[in-house]
């Protein structure tokens, strides 16, 4: 297989360079859970300071080491190679699928079926419908990020409610010179999914056997998304913090963490903006695109068990609650999963309503071996489209035909 292939190059190129210093399965202690953690040093410190209480009760310590996201993915599969895996990694919602169908992640459904049956009613549906592909789930959700839209309310007065009304304001904006932004995945397919889904078509079937984005809703959506783009979205990046502060840009659709770069980069429009969801589409939903980061355990560890007791520790509202207020210090902005956690944050009112009603209209990447490299072709559909004029379903077409061929589906 393809991905075995991989495995096989890197454990004899990479193996001796990139695990060093990475706490790896060899030289772990008695007792001591390793855990990687996909982000910055400063959160994974905070890990550590949590699990202190976890220790308390349990007798069993914590080692969590953070690794960038650059390298992460290539650390993990060099890990699996060379058998020096850590106890539990966290890492992109797409991963525990490709991990685990290698045979490196135990399958937390068939190990610990009740615990995950309640940990499925307590996250947000979009979240846990990334994390599984059939009856095998390999990892849960560590925390989360959404699209939502933001808006000059001093210019725009009311929040688009559909794809017409944000078409409608688009027309005004460009006759004053002004457009929106959208920058998160912008000429990718994270920019694209929420209209698809929208339209109310998808990437594949819901049983993840055939490839579907080509369908009459497909068109639909890219159609309306390169309308979009002719409307007043630009095609270079423009920052949204300048473009809602000038005024130029003054609504724009782009990640949670924006909240907090407004609030912190552009102080003189306090309360001249507000958020909202994303506008209904043609199917009635507003589905927006949700990423975020998962927590598995490696089939190789030896705390398996006390790995799963943290996993759970750290998925309680209580645990979730001290992670999303030090990310608030450490810039890790992502939000937590647990729906119960949303009682306790401390939030603007209206921004935390915007933010959960999303969530629970929300989709993210599909648990599909090998989705991550098909992308590209999702990628260029729309930038032909989009860019070159090219007709959505032809494009769409072309690039549901190279999946199919790569992803040896119908």
């Avoid at 009311?158 to 944000?166: F, I, N, Q």
């Avoid at 840009?249 to 994303?278: D, F, H, R, T």
């Avoid at 209209?361 to 004029?389: C, H, I, M, S, Y």
Wanted: one cysteine or more.
């Amino acid at each position: 297989m393809f991905f075995k292939s991989i495995i096989s190059i890197l454990s004899a190129v990479l193996l001796a360079t990139s695990l060093t210093g990475c706490g790896s399965g060899n030289d772990k202690k008695k007792n001591v859970i390793v855990m990687w953690l996909v982000g910055s040093e400063a959160q994974a410190q905070k890990i550590v300071e949590i699990s202190k209480t976890f220790t308390e009760t349990t007798g069993v310590k914590v080692d969590c080491q953070a690794i960038s996201w650059g390298d992460a993915h290539s650390k993990y599969l060099t890990a699996i190679a060379g058998e020096v895996t850590p106890d539990i990694g966290t890492m992109g919602l797409t991963w525990g699928m490709e991990f685990g169908e290698l045979g490196a992640m135990i399958d937390l459904k068939a190990n610990f079926p009740e615990d995950v049956a309640v940990l499925d009613k307590e996250n947000f549906p979009g979240l846990v419908e990334s994390t599984k592909l059939g009856n095998k789930m390999y990892g849960v959700p560590l925390d989360f990020s959404e699209h939502i839209v933001y808006y000059r309310t001093d210019i725009i007065s009311e929040a688009p409610k559909d794809w017409d009304s944000l078409l409608a304001v688009l027309k005004k904006l460009k006759a004053e010179n002004r457009g929106m932004v959208l920058d998160w995945g912008s000429l990718e397919w994270i920019g694209f999914a929420p209209f698809l889904w929208q339209a109310g078509g998808d990437f594949f079937s819901d049983d993840y056997r055939k490839i579907t984005m080509d369908s009459p809703e497909g068109a639909k959506a890219l159609e309306y998304f390169t309308a979009l783009y002719k409307g007043g979205v630009p095609i270079t990046r423009v920052p949204l913090e300048q473009g809602m502060r000038t005024g130029d840009y003054p609504i724009a659709i782009s990640g949670n963490w924006k909240v907090l770069s407004l609030q912190l980069g552009a102080p003189e429009i306090a309360g001249k903006w507000s958020v909202a969801m994303l506008p209904q589409g043609p199917s009635g939903k507003r589905t927006a695109f949700i990423g975020g980061r998962i927590m598995g355990i490696f089939s190789r560890s030896k705390m398996a068990k006390e790995s799963w007791e943290f996993i759970k520790f750290l998925s309680t509202p209580e645990s979730q609650l001290k992670l999303y207020n030090s990310s608030l210090e450490t810039d890790d902005l992502y939000l937590p999963p647990n729906m119960k956690t949303w009682e306790l944050l401390g939030m603007d009112a209206k921004i935390k309503k915007v933010l959960m009603d999303q969530a629970q209209d929300a989709k993210g990447p599909p648990p599909v071996l090998g989705w991550d490299a098909a992308t590209r072709f999702v990628d260029e559909a729309v930038q032909l489209a989009v860019l070159k004029n090219k007709p959505a379903a032809e494009v769409l077409r072309k690039a549901a035909d190279d999946m199919r061929e790569e992803l040896k589906m119908h």
